[in-house]
Protein backbone atom coordinates (compact mmCIF):
# COMPACT_ATOMS: atom_id res chain seq x y z
CA UNK A 1 0.00 0.00 0.00
CA UNK A 2 1.82 3.23 -1.25
CA UNK A 3 1.16 6.44 1.02
CA UNK A 4 -1.10 9.35 -0.52
CA UNK A 5 0.33 12.10 -1.62
CA UNK A 6 -1.58 15.28 -2.69
CA UNK A 7 -1.40 18.38 -4.19
CA UNK A 8 -1.56 21.08 -1.05
CA UNK A 9 -1.91 24.45 -3.44
CA UNK A 10 -0.60 26.38 0.29
CA UNK A 11 2.60 24.80 -0.49
CA UNK A 12 2.37 24.42 -4.25
CA UNK A 13 3.87 21.03 -3.24
CA UNK A 14 2.85 17.45 -3.24
CA UNK A 15 3.06 16.44 0.08
CA UNK A 16 2.68 12.81 1.78
CA UNK A 17 -0.95 12.91 3.45
CA UNK A 18 -0.85 12.37 7.22
CA UNK A 19 -4.59 12.77 9.18
CA UNK A 20 -4.60 14.94 12.31
CA UNK A 21 -6.60 12.28 14.19
CA UNK A 22 -5.88 8.63 12.14
CA UNK A 23 -9.55 7.89 14.16
CA UNK A 24 -11.04 10.53 12.68
CA UNK A 25 -10.30 11.83 8.60
CA UNK A 26 -11.90 15.31 7.99
CA UNK A 27 -12.70 17.16 5.35
CA UNK A 28 -14.81 20.52 3.96
CA UNK A 29 -15.55 20.98 0.38
CA UNK A 30 -16.98 24.56 -0.82
CA UNK A 31 -20.62 23.80 -1.93
CA UNK A 32 -22.78 25.97 -4.83
CA UNK A 33 -24.94 28.72 -4.32
CA UNK A 34 -28.47 27.94 -4.96
CA UNK A 35 -29.48 30.80 -7.08
CA UNK A 36 -29.32 28.54 -10.23
CA UNK A 37 -28.75 25.06 -11.37
CA UNK A 38 -25.22 23.60 -11.04
CA UNK A 39 -23.71 23.64 -14.50
CA UNK A 40 -21.44 20.72 -15.75
CA UNK A 41 -18.22 22.69 -14.70
CA UNK A 42 -19.67 22.64 -10.88
CA UNK A 43 -20.31 18.92 -10.79
CA UNK A 44 -16.44 18.41 -12.05
CA UNK A 45 -15.69 19.60 -8.85
CA UNK A 46 -18.21 17.33 -6.68
CA UNK A 47 -16.78 14.58 -8.72
CA UNK A 48 -13.23 15.11 -7.36
CA UNK A 49 -14.37 15.63 -3.84
CA UNK A 50 -15.97 12.48 -4.54
CA UNK A 51 -12.79 10.61 -5.88
CA UNK A 52 -10.81 11.89 -2.95
CA UNK A 53 -13.12 10.75 -0.03
CA UNK A 54 -13.62 7.66 -1.88
CA UNK A 55 -9.31 7.17 -2.40
CA UNK A 56 -9.35 8.24 1.77
CA UNK A 57 -11.56 5.65 2.46
CA UNK A 58 -10.00 3.17 0.94
CA UNK A 59 -6.66 4.03 2.62
CA UNK A 60 -8.53 4.29 5.40
CA UNK A 61 -9.10 0.57 5.46
CA UNK A 62 -5.63 -0.34 4.37
CA UNK A 63 -3.86 1.69 7.71
CA UNK A 64 -6.68 1.37 10.01
CA UNK A 65 -7.79 4.47 10.38
CA UNK A 66 -10.99 5.60 11.21
CA UNK A 67 -14.38 7.20 9.64
CA UNK A 68 -14.39 9.84 6.97
CA UNK A 69 -16.65 12.62 8.18
CA UNK A 70 -16.86 15.07 4.95
CA UNK A 71 -18.97 18.31 4.52
CA UNK A 72 -20.01 20.36 1.67
CA UNK A 73 -22.10 23.37 2.75
CA UNK A 74 -25.12 25.45 0.75
CA UNK A 75 -24.49 28.72 0.34
CA UNK A 76 -28.11 30.05 0.44
CA UNK A 77 -27.57 33.48 1.04
CA UNK A 78 -24.40 36.43 1.09
CA UNK A 79 -22.46 35.30 -2.08
CA UNK A 80 -22.57 38.89 -3.74
CA UNK A 81 -22.28 38.58 -7.57
CA UNK A 82 -18.55 39.31 -7.51
CA UNK A 83 -16.28 37.12 -5.62
CA UNK A 84 -15.13 40.34 -3.67
CA UNK A 85 -17.14 43.05 -2.72
CA UNK A 86 -19.31 44.64 -5.34
CA UNK A 87 -22.77 43.46 -6.61
CA UNK A 88 -26.18 42.19 -4.89
CA UNK A 89 -26.44 38.90 -3.39
CA UNK A 90 -26.80 36.57 -6.19
CA UNK A 91 -29.81 35.12 -4.29
CA UNK A 92 -31.85 37.93 -3.83
CA UNK A 93 -30.90 38.52 -7.45
CA UNK A 94 -32.12 35.67 -8.29
CA UNK A 95 -35.46 36.26 -6.18
CA UNK A 96 -36.37 39.26 -8.15
CA UNK A 97 -35.46 38.03 -11.54
CA UNK A 98 -37.76 35.04 -11.10
CA UNK A 99 -40.32 37.16 -9.06
CA UNK A 100 -40.46 34.37 -6.38
CA UNK A 101 -40.00 33.73 -2.24
CA UNK A 102 -36.24 33.06 -1.90
CA UNK A 103 -36.39 30.61 0.46
CA UNK A 104 -38.30 28.31 -2.16
CA UNK A 105 -35.70 29.37 -4.67
CA UNK A 106 -32.47 27.84 -2.04
CA UNK A 107 -34.78 25.02 -1.65
CA UNK A 108 -35.57 24.24 -5.28
CA UNK A 109 -31.83 24.52 -6.47
CA UNK A 110 -30.36 22.51 -3.30
CA UNK A 111 -32.74 19.40 -4.03
CA UNK A 112 -31.52 19.53 -7.95
CA UNK A 113 -28.22 20.16 -6.90
CA UNK A 114 -28.56 17.04 -4.43
CA UNK A 115 -30.24 15.27 -7.57
CA UNK A 116 -27.12 16.28 -9.63
CA UNK A 117 -25.15 14.39 -7.09
CA UNK A 118 -26.83 11.03 -6.71
CA UNK A 119 -27.22 11.10 -10.92
CA UNK A 120 -23.37 10.98 -10.76
CA UNK A 121 -22.95 8.40 -7.88
CA UNK A 122 -21.35 10.80 -5.76
CA UNK A 123 -21.58 9.81 -2.06
CA UNK A 124 -23.36 12.35 -0.17
CA UNK A 125 -21.35 13.77 2.54
CA UNK A 126 -22.11 13.70 6.19
CA UNK A 127 -24.08 16.87 6.34
CA UNK A 128 -25.11 19.65 3.60
CA UNK A 129 -25.06 22.51 6.14
CA UNK A 130 -27.21 25.62 5.08
CA UNK A 131 -25.67 29.09 5.99
CA UNK A 132 -29.17 30.47 6.79
CA UNK A 133 -29.48 28.16 9.83
CA UNK A 134 -25.10 29.55 11.05
CA UNK A 135 -26.03 33.30 10.63
CA UNK A 136 -26.14 33.46 14.96
CA UNK A 137 -22.73 31.70 14.90
CA UNK A 138 -21.51 34.33 12.09
CA UNK A 139 -22.54 37.23 14.14
CA UNK A 140 -20.81 35.65 16.81
CA UNK A 141 -17.62 35.40 14.91
CA UNK A 142 -17.91 38.65 14.18
CA UNK A 143 -17.99 40.41 17.32
CA UNK A 144 -15.26 37.94 18.68
CA UNK A 145 -12.63 39.38 15.88
CA UNK A 146 -14.55 43.29 15.43
CA UNK A 147 -11.92 45.10 18.20
CA UNK A 148 -8.39 43.70 16.41
CA UNK A 149 -9.21 42.45 13.31
CA UNK A 150 -12.00 44.86 11.78
CA UNK A 151 -13.51 48.43 11.17
CA UNK A 152 -16.94 49.99 10.26
CA UNK A 153 -17.98 51.31 6.88
CA UNK A 154 -21.63 52.99 6.16
CA UNK A 155 -22.64 49.53 4.58
CA UNK A 156 -20.69 47.07 6.84
CA UNK A 157 -17.97 45.69 8.70
CA UNK A 158 -14.66 44.80 6.90
CA UNK A 159 -11.67 42.67 7.85
CA UNK A 160 -8.11 44.62 7.29
CA UNK A 161 -5.93 41.81 6.12
CA UNK A 162 -2.95 43.68 7.38
CA UNK A 163 -3.94 42.38 10.65
CA UNK A 164 -3.22 38.61 9.96
CA UNK A 165 0.11 37.73 9.22
CA UNK A 166 1.19 36.56 5.05
CA UNK A 167 -2.25 37.10 4.05
CA UNK A 168 -2.77 35.97 0.22
CA UNK A 169 -0.38 33.19 0.72
CA UNK A 170 -2.44 30.47 -0.54
CA UNK A 171 -3.03 32.95 -3.57
CA UNK A 172 0.21 34.15 -3.98
CA UNK A 173 -1.21 37.61 -4.01
CA UNK A 174 2.10 40.03 -5.12
CA UNK A 175 3.47 37.29 -7.10
CA UNK A 176 3.37 36.97 -11.02
CA UNK A 177 1.10 33.96 -10.61
CA UNK A 178 -1.32 35.54 -8.60
CA UNK A 179 -4.67 36.05 -10.44
CA UNK A 180 -7.46 37.68 -7.43
CA UNK A 181 -10.67 39.54 -8.83
CA UNK A 182 -10.02 42.61 -5.79
CA UNK A 183 -12.10 45.17 -6.57
CA UNK A 184 -12.13 48.81 -4.89
CA UNK A 185 -14.75 49.81 -2.69
CA UNK A 186 -15.30 53.43 -1.36
CA UNK A 187 -13.63 53.47 2.49
CA UNK A 188 -11.80 50.55 2.43
CA UNK A 189 -8.32 50.63 3.83
CA UNK A 190 -6.62 47.78 1.53
CA UNK A 191 -8.19 47.08 -2.01
CA UNK A 192 -8.47 43.46 -0.51
CA UNK A 193 -10.45 44.05 2.47
CA UNK A 194 -13.33 42.02 2.81
CA UNK A 195 -17.02 42.12 4.43
CA UNK A 196 -17.87 40.12 7.43
CA UNK A 197 -20.87 41.87 7.98
CA UNK A 198 -23.21 44.02 4.77
CA UNK A 199 -25.76 46.68 6.22
CA UNK A 200 -29.15 46.83 4.39
CA UNK A 201 -29.09 50.16 2.61
CA UNK A 202 -31.68 52.47 3.22
CA UNK A 203 -34.60 51.78 1.82
CA UNK A 204 -32.97 48.24 0.42
CA UNK A 205 -35.67 45.35 -0.04
CA UNK A 206 -34.02 42.28 0.76
CA UNK A 207 -35.98 38.69 1.48
CA UNK A 208 -33.12 37.50 3.84
CA UNK A 209 -31.62 39.81 6.05
CA UNK A 210 -30.78 39.51 10.29
CA UNK A 211 -30.12 41.96 12.68
CA UNK A 212 -26.78 42.72 14.22
CA UNK A 213 -24.46 44.83 16.08
CA UNK A 214 -23.52 46.80 12.78
CA UNK A 215 -27.27 47.05 11.63
CA UNK A 216 -29.61 45.22 9.79
CA UNK A 217 -28.51 42.98 6.80
CA UNK A 218 -26.29 39.76 5.50
CA UNK A 219 -23.02 38.21 6.42
CA UNK A 220 -20.04 38.26 4.23
CA UNK A 221 -19.92 35.01 1.70
CA UNK A 222 -15.96 34.48 2.93
CA UNK A 223 -17.41 34.01 6.88
CA UNK A 224 -19.74 31.52 6.55
CA UNK A 225 -17.47 28.56 5.40
CA UNK A 226 -15.13 29.44 8.56
CA UNK A 227 -18.12 29.18 10.86
CA UNK A 228 -19.52 25.87 9.18
CA UNK A 229 -16.02 23.95 8.73
CA UNK A 230 -15.00 24.66 12.15
CA UNK A 231 -18.68 24.01 13.75
CA UNK A 232 -18.36 20.52 12.20
CA UNK A 233 -14.98 19.71 11.56
CA UNK A 234 -13.17 21.63 14.40
CA UNK A 235 -10.42 24.72 14.66
CA UNK A 236 -8.07 22.30 12.59
CA UNK A 237 -9.21 19.86 9.95
CA UNK A 238 -7.58 17.67 7.65
CA UNK A 239 -8.41 19.00 3.62
CA UNK A 240 -10.37 21.75 2.58
CA UNK A 241 -11.12 21.70 -1.24
CA UNK A 242 -12.88 24.02 -4.09
CA UNK A 243 -12.38 25.05 -7.48
CA UNK A 244 -9.16 26.88 -8.45
CA UNK A 245 -11.22 30.19 -8.36
CA UNK A 246 -11.52 29.88 -4.60
CA UNK A 247 -8.32 29.84 -4.27
CA UNK A 248 -7.69 33.52 -5.20
CA UNK A 249 -9.93 34.92 -3.03
CA UNK A 250 -12.46 33.12 -1.15
CA UNK A 251 -10.01 30.85 0.35
CA UNK A 252 -7.41 33.54 1.75
CA UNK A 253 -9.90 35.30 3.31
CA UNK A 254 -11.03 32.39 5.05
CA UNK A 255 -8.02 32.01 6.56
CA UNK A 256 -7.40 35.23 7.74
CA UNK A 257 -11.09 34.91 9.44
CA UNK A 258 -9.46 32.08 10.84
CA UNK A 259 -6.10 33.21 11.99
CA UNK A 260 -8.19 35.97 13.21
CA UNK A 261 -10.29 33.71 15.84
CA UNK A 262 -7.21 31.30 16.36
CA UNK A 263 -5.31 34.60 17.73
CA UNK A 264 -2.06 32.28 15.07
CA UNK A 265 -0.77 32.04 11.82
CA UNK A 266 -3.09 28.97 11.74
CA UNK A 267 -4.86 28.40 8.48
CA UNK A 268 -7.63 25.91 9.42
CA UNK A 269 -6.84 23.17 7.62
CA UNK A 270 -3.25 21.07 6.99
CA UNK A 271 -4.50 20.71 3.34
CA UNK A 272 -5.82 22.92 0.41
CA UNK A 273 -7.09 21.02 -2.67
CA UNK A 274 -8.02 22.89 -5.27
CA UNK A 275 -9.71 21.60 -8.42
CA UNK A 276 -9.54 23.16 -11.67
CA UNK A 277 -11.75 24.65 -14.88
CA UNK A 278 -13.82 22.84 -17.40
CA UNK A 279 -13.73 24.89 -20.55
CA UNK A 280 -15.81 24.86 -23.36
CA UNK A 281 -14.08 25.15 -26.43
CA UNK A 282 -15.08 29.11 -26.70
CA UNK A 283 -15.30 29.68 -23.26
CA UNK A 284 -14.59 29.04 -19.61
CA UNK A 285 -18.18 27.50 -18.41
CA UNK A 286 -20.40 29.97 -16.08
CA UNK A 287 -24.02 30.55 -14.58
CA UNK A 288 -23.44 34.24 -14.65
CA UNK A 289 -22.87 34.23 -18.23
CA UNK A 290 -26.78 33.13 -18.79
CA UNK A 291 -25.66 30.50 -21.27
CA UNK A 292 -24.21 27.01 -19.14
CA UNK A 293 -24.43 23.81 -19.98
CA UNK A 294 -26.19 21.36 -17.03
CA UNK A 295 -26.44 17.66 -16.55
CA UNK A 296 -29.43 17.25 -17.99
CA UNK A 297 -28.52 18.67 -20.85
CA UNK A 298 -26.32 16.25 -21.41
CA UNK A 299 -29.67 13.77 -20.68
CA UNK A 300 -31.68 15.25 -23.08
CA UNK A 301 -28.91 14.94 -26.00
CA UNK A 302 -29.54 11.24 -25.26
CA UNK A 303 -25.82 10.62 -22.98
CA UNK A 304 -25.60 8.79 -19.64
CA UNK A 305 -24.28 10.63 -16.86
CA UNK A 306 -21.68 8.37 -15.56
CA UNK A 307 -20.62 9.32 -19.37
CA UNK A 308 -19.58 11.94 -18.16
CA UNK A 309 -18.27 11.07 -14.07
CA UNK A 310 -15.78 9.53 -16.92
CA UNK A 311 -15.22 11.81 -18.70
CA UNK A 312 -14.24 13.49 -15.62
CA UNK A 313 -12.12 10.90 -14.64
CA UNK A 314 -10.36 10.42 -17.99
CA UNK A 315 -8.98 14.07 -16.89
CA UNK A 316 -6.28 14.78 -13.74
CA UNK A 317 -8.79 16.88 -10.98
CA UNK A 318 -5.57 19.52 -11.14
CA UNK A 319 -6.17 19.67 -15.27
CA UNK A 320 -7.90 22.24 -16.87
CA UNK A 321 -10.29 20.28 -18.98
CA UNK A 322 -12.11 20.76 -22.65
CA UNK A 323 -15.55 20.29 -22.74
CA UNK A 324 -16.89 18.54 -26.02
CA UNK A 325 -19.72 16.42 -27.38
CA UNK A 326 -17.50 14.41 -29.50
CA UNK A 327 -15.33 13.97 -25.82
CA UNK A 328 -18.62 13.17 -24.17
CA UNK A 329 -19.73 10.73 -26.91
CA UNK A 330 -16.03 8.89 -26.58
CA UNK A 331 -16.42 8.68 -22.75
CA UNK A 332 -20.39 7.00 -23.69
CA UNK A 333 -18.28 4.68 -26.16
CA UNK A 334 -15.56 3.72 -23.52
CA UNK A 335 -18.08 3.18 -20.77
CA UNK A 336 -20.25 0.82 -22.85
CA UNK A 337 -17.36 -1.00 -23.68
CA UNK A 338 -16.75 -1.10 -20.16
CA UNK A 339 -20.16 -2.99 -19.23
CA UNK A 340 -20.06 -4.96 -22.24
CA UNK A 341 -16.85 -6.32 -20.94
CA UNK A 342 -18.59 -6.46 -17.19
CA UNK A 343 -21.55 -8.51 -19.01
CA UNK A 344 -18.98 -10.71 -20.61
CA UNK A 345 -17.78 -11.70 -17.55
CA UNK A 346 -20.25 -12.88 -15.90
CA UNK A 347 -21.55 -14.79 -18.83
CA UNK A 348 -18.52 -16.81 -18.76
CA UNK A 349 -18.44 -20.22 -16.40
CA UNK A 350 -16.10 -20.55 -13.88
CA UNK A 351 -12.68 -21.25 -14.70
CA UNK A 352 -8.95 -21.27 -12.37
CA UNK A 353 -6.92 -18.64 -12.17
CA UNK A 354 -3.39 -18.95 -14.34
CA UNK A 355 -2.81 -16.03 -12.73
CA UNK A 356 -3.54 -13.26 -9.96
CA UNK A 357 -5.23 -9.89 -9.83
CA UNK A 358 -3.39 -8.67 -6.75
CA UNK A 359 -0.68 -6.56 -9.47
CA UNK A 360 -3.82 -4.98 -11.09
CA UNK A 361 -4.96 -3.88 -7.38
CA UNK A 362 -1.83 -2.74 -6.52
CA UNK A 363 -1.24 -0.71 -9.73
CA UNK A 364 -4.67 0.72 -9.58
CA UNK A 365 -3.48 1.73 -5.36
CA UNK A 366 -0.29 3.28 -6.72
CA UNK A 367 -2.24 5.41 -9.48
CA UNK A 368 -4.75 6.85 -6.81
CA UNK A 369 -1.96 7.34 -4.32
CA UNK A 370 -0.36 9.61 -6.52
CA UNK A 371 -2.15 12.52 -5.98
CA UNK A 372 -5.25 11.11 -7.09
CA UNK A 373 -4.26 10.04 -10.96
CA UNK A 374 -7.47 8.81 -11.99
CA UNK A 375 -6.26 8.94 -16.06
CA UNK A 376 -3.72 6.42 -15.11
CA UNK A 377 -6.03 4.42 -12.87
CA UNK A 378 -8.37 3.76 -15.90
CA UNK A 379 -5.88 2.00 -18.57
CA UNK A 380 -5.26 -0.54 -15.49
CA UNK A 381 -8.61 -1.22 -15.50
CA UNK A 382 -8.80 -2.26 -19.25
CA UNK A 383 -6.11 -4.31 -18.56
CA UNK A 384 -7.76 -6.19 -15.88
CA UNK A 385 -11.03 -7.14 -17.82
CA UNK A 386 -8.97 -8.19 -20.93
CA UNK A 387 -6.35 -10.33 -18.73
CA UNK A 388 -7.55 -14.02 -19.61
CA UNK A 389 -5.21 -15.02 -17.83
CA UNK A 390 -7.16 -14.34 -14.56
CA UNK A 391 -10.37 -15.92 -14.19
CA UNK A 392 -13.62 -14.48 -15.04
CA UNK A 393 -14.39 -14.50 -10.93
CA UNK A 394 -11.24 -12.92 -9.63
CA UNK A 395 -11.48 -10.20 -12.32
CA UNK A 396 -14.77 -8.93 -11.02
CA UNK A 397 -13.83 -9.22 -7.65
CA UNK A 398 -11.12 -7.06 -8.48
CA UNK A 399 -13.25 -5.03 -10.88
CA UNK A 400 -15.13 -4.54 -7.56
CA UNK A 401 -12.44 -2.55 -5.83
CA UNK A 402 -12.01 -0.61 -8.70
CA UNK A 403 -15.38 0.18 -9.19
CA UNK A 404 -15.50 1.05 -5.08
CA UNK A 405 -12.64 3.72 -6.44
CA UNK A 406 -14.12 4.91 -9.71
CA UNK A 407 -17.63 4.95 -9.25
CA UNK A 408 -19.08 3.92 -12.30
CA UNK A 409 -21.30 1.22 -10.88
CA UNK A 410 -19.99 -1.55 -13.77
CA UNK A 411 -21.29 -3.62 -11.50
CA UNK A 412 -25.15 -2.93 -11.83
CA UNK A 413 -25.29 -1.08 -15.25
CA UNK A 414 -27.24 -2.51 -17.91
CA UNK A 415 -27.22 -1.55 -21.53
CA UNK A 416 -30.56 -0.89 -21.23
CA UNK A 417 -29.57 1.83 -18.92
CA UNK A 418 -26.99 3.38 -21.30
CA UNK A 419 -29.67 4.10 -23.79
CA UNK A 420 -30.41 7.05 -22.86
CA UNK A 421 -33.59 9.13 -24.72
CA UNK A 422 -33.17 12.53 -25.98
CA UNK A 423 -35.84 14.71 -24.79
CA UNK A 424 -37.12 15.49 -28.67
CA UNK A 425 -36.48 12.09 -29.45
CA UNK A 426 -40.43 10.93 -31.31
CA UNK A 427 -40.47 7.02 -31.07
CA UNK A 428 -40.06 4.91 -27.33
CA UNK A 429 -37.60 2.43 -27.14
CA UNK A 430 -40.51 -0.71 -26.97
CA UNK A 431 -41.30 1.01 -30.62
CA UNK A 432 -37.76 1.33 -31.73
CA UNK A 433 -37.38 -2.74 -30.76
CA UNK A 434 -40.42 -3.72 -32.36
CA UNK A 435 -39.65 -2.03 -35.59
CA UNK A 436 -35.72 -3.98 -35.24
CA UNK A 437 -37.58 -6.80 -35.12
CA UNK A 438 -39.54 -6.30 -37.70
CA UNK A 439 -35.85 -5.33 -39.57
CA UNK A 440 -34.42 -8.62 -38.52
CA UNK A 441 -37.24 -10.43 -39.72
CA UNK A 442 -37.39 -8.99 -43.33
CA UNK A 443 -33.05 -9.84 -43.27
CA UNK A 444 -33.52 -13.51 -42.21
CA UNK A 445 -36.40 -13.78 -45.67
CA UNK A 446 -34.06 -11.49 -48.04
CA UNK A 447 -36.56 -8.88 -48.02
CA UNK A 448 -34.04 -6.19 -48.25
CA UNK A 449 -35.90 -3.65 -49.69
CA UNK A 450 -38.54 -3.82 -46.42
CA UNK A 451 -35.34 -4.03 -44.58
CA UNK A 452 -34.29 -0.81 -46.19
CA UNK A 453 -37.35 0.73 -45.53
CA UNK A 454 -37.33 0.61 -41.75
CA UNK A 455 -34.30 1.43 -41.70
CA UNK A 456 -35.06 4.80 -43.96
CA UNK A 457 -37.84 5.17 -41.00
CA UNK A 458 -35.97 5.16 -38.34
CA UNK A 459 -33.46 7.36 -39.51
CA UNK A 460 -35.90 9.83 -39.93
CA UNK A 461 -36.99 9.38 -36.72
CA UNK A 462 -33.80 10.40 -35.22
CA UNK A 463 -32.60 6.77 -34.75
CA UNK A 464 -29.47 4.83 -36.10
CA UNK A 465 -29.46 1.40 -37.15
CA UNK A 466 -26.22 0.55 -36.32
CA UNK A 467 -25.35 -2.50 -38.05
CA UNK A 468 -22.43 -4.29 -37.59
CA UNK A 469 -21.40 -2.20 -34.74
CA UNK A 470 -18.49 -4.20 -32.97
CA UNK A 471 -20.22 -3.31 -29.69
CA UNK A 472 -23.51 -4.87 -30.36
CA UNK A 473 -26.06 -2.16 -29.42
CA UNK A 474 -27.90 -2.46 -32.73
CA UNK A 475 -28.84 0.86 -32.45
CA UNK A 476 -28.45 4.79 -31.28
CA UNK A 477 -31.10 7.80 -31.42
CA UNK A 478 -28.30 10.47 -33.18
Not at 145 to 153: N, S, T, V
Not at 159 to 172: H, I, N
Not at 346 to 365: C, G, I
Amino acid sequence: MQPLTLFNSLTRQTETFAPIDPANLRVYSCGPTVYNYAHIGNLRAYVFTDTLSRVLRWKAAAMGWGALTHIINITDVGHLTSDADAGDDKMEAAAKRAGQDIWAIARHYTEAFKQNLSDLNIREPARFPLATDHVAEMIAWGQAIEAKHCYRLPDGLYFDVSTVPDYGRLARHGAEEGEGRIEEVAGKRHAADFAIWRTSAPGENRQMEWDSPWGRGAPGWHLECSVMSRAYLGDRFDIHTGGIDHREIHHPNEIAQNQAMSGTADTGANYWLHNNFLVERDAKMSKSSGQFTRLQTLVDRGYHPLSYRLMCLQAHYRSEMEFSWEGLAAAQTRLKRLVQAVEALRARPASPSNAAAAPYLERLDQAVSDDLNTPRALPVLDELLADKRVSPADRLAALEKFDAMLGLKLTALTRAELRVRPADATLDEAAIAARLAERREARVGKDFARSDAIRDALAAAGVEVMDGDPLGWDWRIS
